[in-house]
């Protein structure tokens, strides 16, 4: 018995580290997918690498216009602006084509974006060796806030500011802010008014009903109830050997009772007579 309920155990136990692998991997997965468009695909230098000569322009690249009151900066190593105004490029076909959702009619569909459009922002000057951060604020189609950064590491000469500039303060203006703080719904944007240059991809995904559970819940309720089981299995105790064991319905022995003897009868031996 003891060594069935350790089997038991054992297995409990390696189906609860199973379920547990499970629960930190549906935790670190998105409940649905992201349905914001007009988000960065490319820039120009990339993300991450290295500059080794004075720039004019860093190009960032999205899969829509950015909006007219876009908010563009790049920042130096010392903290300072070194932009100076930025400026519509020309689109150019995407190395890798972009996937993105969107919500139509309750159901994400996955759309591939091919071109991306630039914003180019201009460079007043090259202060120093070191990081620089390109970030941008932008607002899509659907409303929705695109914001993001861009670090790479200049490791090219050093330029001197143009005469009479001075690094600019302005920060994003009243309307772009209002319209990233209150975005709508994606719901809410029809089919039509997705961009031309996007292709629907294959096979799109449901989405999850609106108003549903996590996904992380069913694998936690699991985790509860099977570690219920090794609770409950734990606290059992097999019973005690070598008792002996009343046949279910017997009658219990009144207290006081001689026991029969083994093998015998209850006839007593006859009195001998006297001679």
């Not at 089981?229 to 734990?234: D, F, G, L, S």
């Amino acid at each position: 018995m003891r060594s069935r309920l350790v089997t038991v155990c054992h297995v409990v136990c390696r189906t609860v580290a199973v379920l547990a692998a499970l629960l930190v991997v549906s935790l670190a997965l998105p409940a649905a997918p992201a349905s914001a468009h007009g988000q960065l695909a490319t820039s120009t230098p990339l993300t991450g690498t290295v500059v080794r000569k004075p720039l004019a322009q860093v190009g960032l690249y999205f899969t829509e216009k950015p909006a007219a009151n876009a908010h563009f900066t790049l920042t130096g190593p010392n903290g300072s602006r070194v932009d100076s105004g930025w400026s519509y490029g020309e689109p150019k076909r995407l190395d890798k084509p972009v996937q993105e959702y969107f919500m139509v009619n309750g159901v994400f569909e996955p759309r591939l974006y091919h071109t991306g459009f630039p914003a180019m922002v201009t460079v007043a000057h090259w202060p120093a060796k070191g990081r620089y951060t390109a970030s941008y604020l932008t607002v899509a189609s659907d409303g929705e806030a695109v914001r993001g950064t861009v670090t790479f590491d200049y490791q090219g000469p050093s330029t001197a500011a143009p005469a009479g500039w001075t690094a600019p303060t302005n920060g994003p203006e009243p309307a772009l802010l209002a319209q990233a703080e209150g975005t709508p719904s994606a719901s809410a944007v029809p089919a039509a008014t997705l961009p031309a240059d996007a292709t629907p991809a294959a096979a799109p995904p449901a989405s999850p009903p609106e108003g549903g559970l996590p996904p992380w819940v069913v694998p936690a309720a699991v985790v509860v109830v099977v570690g219920t089981i090794i609770v409950v299995a734990a606290r059992r105790r097999p019973a005690p050997s070598g008792g002996t064991t009343r046949p279910r319905g017997a009658a219990p022995r009144p207290r006081g009772a001689a026991s029969r003897p083994r093998g015998g009868t209850d006839r007593r031996p006859a009195r001998r007579g006297r001679r």
